[in-house]
C-alpha cells in the first residue's frame, strides 16, 4: 500500500493556536487560598464545612470584581469534591482533581446551575428552579445554584422562590451573588446567610500582581503596579484588566511595564509635576502654578485629574500629619515632600485646602470650560492660602497686629434690655400685673400655660392699666379666651378684670418682641471688630451661633 494511500506523505497540518485569555479569566482563583482580602469569609466557611453547619442559602455582595462569582463556584466545588481517591467530603481546600472540582471549575457540571438574572428575570425563570429542585443531584453530593445578580429577579420571581428558598429539599443549596444588596427584598435577606466581600487593600492587589506579571514572564515597576491598584479601586477584576492593557500597551521590545505610561495610559497626571503644583499653591504663586497647570493640559491630563491628584495630595500630608501609615506606591522624595509639607501646614489649613479643592472639583465637573474653571479654582486656592484661619485672625486682631479692614462698621453695643416697670403694690389688695410680660408670667406661676401662650404669640398691647386691659389680635384667638382670661385672673388676684379686644392695633406682640431683640443682638455681634473682619476675610462664612458677653462685647 503506497505512502499517499496511508497519508504519510502529506505535509503536518499547523497546530491550531489557542485562543488568548484575558489574565482576569485566566488567574481566577480555583481555591479559597487564592482568593485574596476575603479572610473573614474563608474562616467562617471553613468552620461551617468542618462542623457540618452548611446554610441552604448564601447571600455573597460586594462591589464589582471582588471575587462574588468566584467565591460561589468555590463553594460548589468545596460542598462536592470527593477528593483525588473518591472518599471524600465536604472541605474548604478542594482537591481540584477529582471529577467534580474539575467539572465545575470548567463549567460543566450538571448539577451546578448558574443562571444570570438579569436576562432570566421572570416568575416562569423561577419556577423551573423550583421544579428541578424536586429532584436529587444525577452525579454531586448537592444540587447548587448560582444566581449572578439576583437583585435583578422581578417581584413576582422572588415571590416565587421564597417558600422553597426557606424549606429547600437537604440536596439543594443556592447560592446568590448580587452588586445591590439593597435591591433585595428583607424577606429573602432573611433566609440567606450573607457574607459581605470587602474591597481588596491597594497593597494586597499590588502582591497579586506582581506574581501575575512573573507568571506571565513581565517586568513591571513597583511603583507602575501600585498605579493600577489604585486605579483598580478594590476590584481584583478591573486591575488584571487594567494590567492586561499595561501589558499590551508595553509593546514588544521587552521593556516591561513602566510606572510612567501607565500614569500616561489610565490619563493621570506625573506626580513630580503634581508636587510642584501643590507646593506652588501652598506658596501662593499665582503665575507658576497655570503655568504647571497647563503643561500638564497639554500633555493630554484631565484637570479632573489635577484635582484629584492635589485631593490625593492634601489627603497625604493630613495622614503624614497624624502619624498614620504611609500610602502606597509612594517614592523617597514624595514621602519627603509630604513630611515637610506636614510639618509647615496647620490642620486648619490643611481642611481649608480639601474643601476649596473639593469645591473646585465639583464646579470643573459641571463647568463648560473645564480648564478655565481649573485655573479659577487654582487661583482660589491661592488667595485662601495666604489667609490666616478666623482662630489666628482673631487673636491678631485683639493684639493690634492687624487693623480691621476699611468699611467694617465698630462694634455696636447691644441695646440694654428694657426693664419692666415694677410691679404696683397697692396699700390693699395682691400685687397686680402690670404690662404682658409680667401677665404672661403670672398666667404660668398659676399653672395656665395656654392662656400664657396665647398672651405671648397673639395679643397686641393697646392699654394696660391697673385691672383693664385693651388689646388686638394678632391671630384670632379662641371666642371664649377673653372670659377664659379674666375669669382666670380674677381666680388669681381677687380682683375683677376688664378685658377688652379692639382693632387696629399694631405693636407687636411678646414673641415678635424677643425675635426683634434676637435679630439686634445678632446684628451687634456681626459688627463687632474680630467677627466683622473674620467675615470679610472668609466671605463664604456663616453664624450659626453666638453667645450673649455682655457689656464687654
Not at 467562617?44 to 455573597?60: E, K, M, P, S, Y
Not at 474548604?92 to 467534580?100: A, L, N, Q, R, S
Request: aromatic residues 4%.
Amino acid at each position: 500500500m503506497s505512502d499517499s494511500l496511508l497519508g504519510l506523505d502529506e505535509p503536518p497540518q499547523p497546530v491550531k493556536a489557542e485562543a488568548y485569555r484575558v489574565l482576569a479569566r485566566k488567574y481566577r482563583p480555583q481555591t479559597f487560598s487564592a482568593l485574596i482580602g476575603q479572610d473573614a469569609m474563608v474562616t467562617t466557611l471553613g468552620n461551617a464545612i468542618r462542623r457540618d453547619r452548611l446554610a441552604h442559602a448564601f447571600l455573597l455582595t460586594g462591589v464589582r470584581g471582588v471575587g462574588k462569582t468566584s467565591t460561589a463556584r468555590l463553594i460548589a466545588k468545596a460542598l462536592n469534591c470527593i477528593g483525588p481517591d473518591g472518599q471524600g467530603g465536604p472541605t474548604i481546600d478542594p482537591c481540584g482533581v477529582c471529577e467534580p472540582c474539575r467539572a465545575i471549575a470548567e463549567g460543566r457540571h450538571i448539577d451546578v446551575i448558574e443562571m444570570d438574572a438579569a436576562s432570566h428575570t421572570g416568575v416562569d425563570d423561577v419556577r423551573e428552579i423550583i421544579e428541578a429542585s424536586r429532584y436529587a443531584a444525577v452525579s454531586a453530593r448537592y444540587k447548587i445554584y448560582i444566581i449572578d445578580e439576583v437583585h435583578m429577579l422581578s417581584k413576582n420571581a422572588f415571590n416565587a422562590l421564597l417558600k422553597t428558598l426557606e424549606e429547600p429539599p437537604g440536596h439543594v443549596k443556592f447560592l446568590f451573588a448580587t452588586t445591590e444588596v439593597n435591591k433585595v427584598p428583607v424577606t429573602v435577606l432573611s433566609r440567606c446567610q450573607r457574607f459581605d466581600l470587602r474591597r481588596i487593600p491597594a497593597e494586597l492587589l499590588a502582591e497579586h500582581f506582581a506574581k501575575v506579571c512573573a507568571a506571565e514572564q513581565v517586568e513591571a515597576e513597583p511603583e507602575a503596579l501600585a498605579l493600577v491598584a489604585r486605579a483598580a479601586e478594590g476590584s481584583a477584576r478591573d486591575g488584571l484588566s487594567i494590567l492586561d492593557q499595561a501589558i499590551a500597551h508595553a509593546g514588544l521590545e521587552g521593556e516591561g511595564v513602566k510606572a510612567e505610561a501607565v500614569r500616561q495610559m489610565l490619563g493621570l497626571s506625573d506626580r513630580g509635576a503634581n508636587r510642584a503644583l501643590f507646593g506652588t499653591l501652598v506658596e501662593g504663586q499665582a503665575q507658576q502654578a497655570l503655568a504647571g497647570l497647563r503643561a500638564q493640559y497639554d500633555l493630554g491630563v484631565d484637570p479632573l485629574a489635577v484635582l484629584r491628584a492635589l485631593l490625593e495630595t492634601v489627603h497625604g500630608v493630613t495622614l503624614v500629619k497624624l502619624g498614620t501609615h504611609r500610602l502606597s506606591g509612594q517614592s523617597t522624595e514624595e514621602r519627603e515632600a509630604m513630611e515637610g509639607w506636614a510639618s509647615r501646614l496647620s490642620f486648619p489649613a490643611l481642611h481649608r485646602l480639601w474643601q476649596l479643592l473639593l469645591r473646585g472639583h465639583d464646579e470643573v465637573a459641571k463647568a463648560a470650560l473645564p480648564i478655565e474653571a481649573t485655573e479659577m479654582a487654582l487661583l482660589r486656592v491661592i488667595h485662601a492660602a495666604q489667609l490666616p484661619d478666623p482662630g489666628e485672625l482673631a487673636k491678631q486682631i485683639l493684639s493690634g497686629s492687624i487693623a480691621v479692614p476699611s468699611g467694617v462698621p465698630s462694634a455696636a453695643a447691644p441695646a440694654a434690655p428694657t426693664a419692666p416697670a415694677p410691679a404696683t403694690v397697692q396699700e390693699t389688695g395682691p400685687v397686680l400685673p402690670t404690662n404682658l410680660s409680667e401677665l404672661a408670667e403670672h398666667l404660668e406661676e398659676h399653672r395656665r400655660l395656654q392662656l400664657a401662650m396665647f398672651v405671648r404669640d397673639y395679643m397686641r398691647p393697646v392699654r394696660f392699666e391697673g385691672s383693664e386691659i385693651d388689646f388686638g389680635a394678632a391671630r384670632p384667638l379662641p371666642q371664649d379666651f377673653v372670659r377664659e382670661l379674666g375669669g382666670a385672673l380674677k381666680d388669681s388676684t381677687g380682683v375683677h378684670w376688664k378685658i377688652t379686644l379692639v382693632d387696629g392695633a399694631t405693636a407687636r406682640t411678646l414673641r415678635e418682641e424677643q425675635a426683634a431683640a434676637e435679630a439686634a443682638e445678632r446684628e451687634a455681634v456681626l459688627a463687632s471688630p474680630i467677627v466683622a473682619a473674620a467675615m470679610h476675610a472668609f466671605p463664604d462664612a456663616e453664624l450659626i451661633g453666638w453667645t450673649k458677653t455682655g457689656s464687654d462685647g
